[in-house]
């Protein structure tokens, strides 16, 4: 399987020829929390396969409700026609906003969902009059996809820095990551800080600027770098103030990833009410990780820009498997667990286990910032050799299949987004054997 694999499939974020001396690792099944290989190796999906499997592989639940749509529709256009799943789904998530965001447009994948809201926040400026927003914000370390859109607001240089002949240059304000905290600052400082250096950019430039786009709470493919959420009760102020939009990139810390439904529940405006932005990106776990998803979910306003007898002024962009009737089931099965299993009540006693488990790494010499946020975990490995440092990643990565973990540290980052289905055996075990493995990498190589 290995071999055919090389031959025949470029691997995604890969440099394939590093795969002659670090072996493919071959899966066959899925069960709960766990991969298995044909050899009988097991690897608890600590990461939730790049953090979209929310409910275990191979889930009897979601199982189910796809195989019924199967028989009912596969696929259907939506452009001119509509469907059940595609019409529950908006409605669920649009009440989950209490109809702040009541307008979903679909699309396939997480950049794709990002192209989506910066073209509908460019082209509504356009419709209303202010031709001259065409400029975006994004924040230091931001990390938003991987098309040519999705780049440009995108800030790591890994991926961005082969494209940018390619790319439309956009702003770059300061991250409020709580590690950047100063003597005596708090994370809340840092936040204000951040918020203050966005507001210096928009006194300058926001009759040029369409939008800011913001990571909420967790600026993921960074290095999980985590912030207070008084940063995005800043921003709607600042937003609103300037007349810009804001939108919320909640593709990976959505779907309860970082404690509620969506991450922008955890701040408040100054009279309590929730923050909403005013174009909100989902993917990764809106489908339990079975199939590709994403989409853009819209204010009113937004939305009545494009409301208009001139076809032109509509907001013309597609692909074929817009609102996939199967995608949107999985969707739907995915948020029926939501409620069943009351999940968010039941991770916040399920994230003290694992905290507890991880207590060891918290408190190692050799670990820096031990943060967590809802159901990710993070802390950064201390070391001094250059060259340790730069192949930590590959070590720690090939050290925890040993241990039977799946586990993709980011530079000198270890995380842990697991599923939201491990027992207290499993979230144990996570672990000590994620401390086991560090410990190995750190002394030992």
């Not at 509509?82 to 447009?105: D, K, Q």
């Not at 939305?303 to 962009?317: E, K, N, S």
């Not at 009737?325 to 694992?354: G, M, W």
Request: net charge negative.
């Amino acid at each position: 399987m290995v071999e055919r694999s090389l031959k025949s499939v470029w691997h995604p974020c890969t440099q394939m020829q590093h795969h002659t001396r670090v072996p493919l690792v071959p899966v066959s099944h899925g069960r709960g929390a766990w991969l298995y290989g044909p050899d009988g190796n097991r690897y608890l999906d600590a990461i939730s396969s790049w953090w979209v499997n929310l409910f275990g592989h191979a889930n009897p639940r979601i199982n189910t409700q796809l195989k019924d749509q199967l028989d009912k529709l596969e696929h259907a256009m939506l452009a001119g026609f509509t469907h059940e799943p595609v019409i529950r789904l908006s409605e669920n998530l649009a009440a989950r906003t209490g109809n702040a965001l009541g307008h979903c447009f679909y699309a396939s994948d997480g950049a794709s969902a990002v192209e989506v809201a910066l073209k509908m926040s460019f082209h509504a400026w356009r419709n209303a009059g202010h031709s001259t927003k065409q400029e975006f914000v994004c924040l230091k370390g931001s990390y938003h996809g991987e098309t040519l859109g999705a780049l440009a607001v995108t800030d790591v240089a890994l991926f961005r820095d082969a494209y940018g002949p390619l790319l439309r240059q956009a702003h770059v304000v300061m991250s409020p990551d709580a590690r950047a905290a100063q003597n005596g600052e708090t994370a809340a400082d840092v936040a204000r800080r951040a918020a203050d250096s966005l507001e210096t950019l928009l006194q300058q430039r926001a009759k040029h600027i369409a939008a800011v786009i913001i990571e909420p709470l967790v600026q993921c493919a960074t290095g999980m770098a985590m912030h207070d959420p008084i940063y995005l009760s800043e921003v709607r102020a600042l937003c609103d103030r300037y007349q810009v939009h804001l939108i919320f990139d909640e593709i990976a810390v959505g779907c309860g990833r970082s404690g509620t439904f969506f991450a922008s529940e955890q701040a408040a405006s100054p009279d309590g009410a929730p923050i909403w932005p005013d174009l909100v990106c989902l993917s990764k776990g809106i489908s339990g990780g079975y199939l590709p998803l994403s989409l853009v979910m819209a204010t009113d306003a937004i939305y009545q820009a494009f409301y208009d007898a001139d076809v032109a002024r509509g907001f013309l962009h597609s692909h074929s498997y817009t609102g996939n009737p199967l995608a949107c089931r999985a969707a739907l099965a995915t948020l029926e667990i939501f409620e069943q299993d009351d999940v968010l009540n039941a991770n916040r006693h399920r994230a003290q286990r694992i905290t507890a488990a991880l207590a060891p790494l918290a408190d190692h010499a050799q670990v820096r910032h031990f943060r967590q946020r809802g159901m990710i975990w993070a802390f950064d490995a201390a070391i001094e050799d250059p060259a340790a440092a730069a192949n930590f990643s590959q070590r720690f990565f090939a050290k925890a299949l040993e241990n039977e973990l799946l586990l993709r540290p980011i530079g000198r980052t270890v995380y842990l987004m697991p599923p939201y289905i491990l027992d207290d055996a499993e979230c144990d075990l996570m672990g000590a054997r994620t401390a086991a493995v560090f410990d190995s990498v750190i002394h030992h190589g």
